[in-house]
């Protein structure tokens, strides 16, 4: 049998969530069985137990856990994996399990110097801030404003755009200002005037905005600073009529960045280029505390949930 999270319900994680015993999973055509070591929790998840994303109770229970790390136990046919390869699993369903299946294409196999812990809370948010920079074709003539670069996403769309030449200046609480340095982006704070601030931290003309704080302030700040069509958000979808691009991985660009992303990433966590964070690893019986932490004010890193 395999242990799985589910939420039985929208609402508080700590009411909603349960461990339940399921058949475990078999491989079919294409398909590979993965025993799952760790999978990273986002706001993704939080926000669909919550019922912030949709409330339909028809989808109940959910299986959750976007993104997972782990080793191949079985392979169908039409696949060129092996048992006991070193695998991180995105896009993945129910991730939050002893053992998933997923198709082959989202089995990936991590490199030599990759640990499986990071790789499992790497690629959602590492594909969506590779999206990010290469929507707005970042470069070494750009300088662009990111909008909480100590997060999940925001840390590797910093480290992505400063590889590519880009002067980057971030907003992060003040605990987190030597992240960003450490990044090499320039950190400034959310709370007062972003625009000014950022002004006042880069001698050149701020060109290109990335947002994942998703707030008022932000957008607001980055159309002082930038025409709209230089603002990509992966939070403001309240904020489409203003002419910002929001991305999701639902159109065929996005998409086809985040697939081009996955390989990359990988191999820049291996080389240290990119680094995940842990800060903190939760059971599956006790994963409502991770989802309780990351729905608030949290320390910088990546939850996981470990089987
Ligand atoms: N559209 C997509 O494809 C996609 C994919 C992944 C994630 N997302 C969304 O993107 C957002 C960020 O995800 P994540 O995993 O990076 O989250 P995260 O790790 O929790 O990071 C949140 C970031 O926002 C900053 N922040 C918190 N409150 C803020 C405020 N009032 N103003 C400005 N910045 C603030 C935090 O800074 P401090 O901690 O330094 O205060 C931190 O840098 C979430 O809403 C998530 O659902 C969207």
Do not use: C
Request: proline fraction near 5%; charged fraction near 20%; hydrophobic fraction near 50%.
């Amino acid at each position: 049998m395999t242990r799985r999270l589910v939420a039985t319900d929208y609402g508080s994680p700590a009411s909603v969530l349960s461990v339940v015993d399921e058949a475990d999973p078999t491989a079919g055509d294409g398909q590979v069985v993965v025993a799952v070591t760790a999978a990273g929790l986002n706001p993704f998840d939080v926000k669909r137990v919550t019922g912030d994303m949709s409330a339909n109770p028809s989808a109940l229970p959910l299986a959750l856990g976007g993104e997972a790390a782990g080793t191949v136990v079985e392979t169908g046919p039409g696949t060129d994996h092996s048992i006991g390869d070193r695998v991180a699993v995105y896009p993945a369903v129910g991730a939050f399990a002893e053992r998933i299946v997923a198709d082959a294409d989202a089995v990936h196999r991590i490199p030599e110097g990759a640990s499986v812990d990071a790789a499992a809370g790497l690629l959602l948010a590492g594909v969506t801030a590779y999206d990010t920079v290469v929507t707005l074709a970042l470069g070494a003539d750009d300088t662009v404003l990111v909008h909480g670069g100590s997060g999940a996403v925001g840390s590797v769309a910093v480290a992505l755009a400063v590889a590519r030449g880009a002067r980057v200046v971030a907003t992060a609480s003040s605990a987190n200002h030597d992240h960003l340095r450490d990044l090499g982006a320039m950190p400034i704070s959310y709370g007062g005037d972003i625009a000014e601030a950022a002004r006042d931290a880069v001698p050149d003309a701020v060109t290109a905005v990335i947002d994942t704080a998703g707030t008022d302030a932000a957008i607001d700040a980055s159309l002082q600073l930038v025409p709209a069509d230089r603002i990509v958000s992966i939070a403001a979808w309240g904020r489409a009529d203003d002419g910002i691009v929001l991305l999701n991985g639902s159109s065929a660009d996005s998409r086809a960045h985040r697939r081009a992303a996955v390989a990359p990433l990988l191999d820049a966590l291996a080389d240290g280029q990119i680094t995940v964070d842990i800060v903190g690893t939760f059971a599956l019986g006790d994963a409502a505390r991770a989802f309780e932490a990351l729905s608030g004010r949290h320390p910088r890193g990546k939850y996981l949930i470990k089987p």
